[in-house]
């Protein structure tokens, strides 16, 4: 669709001549799939100018998801804790279109063979545009702020960052870490992206 066309049909929805349509990514609701989509959901966004387009997030990650598209008003985030979550919020919410990159119950894509681009074909996308489409806008202000308070404030110089989930027991076997360097650690009073100068920073 032409550049043209894209502000046509937006100068007709502010009009009030267009309703706005919505459209639902079912798709894996872990952090880390969420930063994959975010090239998907932008393309979506793109490709269905006269859609909303909803994207879900457990509760504990909606602030980073929202953190991540608040630059596009029509990419709204909702929250979703599993799979039944997200079911029955697709059932109850009259989605005019749902696009699927949810791989389980399809044989067709295979996750340990194609890995995240797996959810780019499970969706009818090329898996470039997970990278020419991904796009957060930062906050530097607080990533100094936080880099400030951890690295900073405690006169650290080179460092490791570590990301763990020690209340599920999934840890890293410090065996393989060959560093006697000190271990900075993903701590969750700090948003994921206002993280992003620290992991830059890291050895």
């Given amino acids: 669709m032409t550049q043209l066309k894209v502000l046509y049909k937006q100068s ?3 009009l009030g001549y267009m309703s706005t349509k919505k ?4 798709q894996h609701l872990g952090l880390g799939d969420n930063i994959v989509h975010n090239g998907m959901v932008r393309k979506i966004s793109e490709d269905y100018p006269e859609y909303d387009i909803y994207v879900p997030a ?12 608040r630059d596009n008003h029509k990419i709204k985030v909702v929250e979703t804790n599993n799979d039944n979550d997200m079911n029955r919020y697709i059932l109850t919410n009259g989605f005019d279109k749902i696009i699927s990159s949810y791989l389980i119950g399809q044989k067709t894509f295979d996750y340990s063979k194609d890995f995240d681009d797996a959810f780019y074909l499970m969706s009818g996308y090329n898996p470039k545009i997970k990278h020419e489409y991904f796009h957060i806008e ?8 936080v880099y400030q308070e951890l690295i900073l404030d405690n006169n650290i110089g080179d460092y490791i960052f570590i990301h763990e989930k020690k209340d599920e027991n999934i840890l890293i076997d410090r065996n393989r870490i060959n560093s006697d360097l000190p271990i900075i650690y993903a701590d969750k009073k700090y948003k994921t992206f206002s993280l992003l100068k620290v992991i830059e920073n890291a050895k």
């Fill in 23 to 26: 459209l639902f990514v079912k």
């Fill in 138 to 145: 930062r906050d530097i202000d607080e990533e100094n702020r």
């Fill in 12 to 14: 007709l929805k502010i």
């Fill in 58 to 69: 457990k509760s504990h990650n909606i602030d980073n998801i929202k953190f991540m598209y």
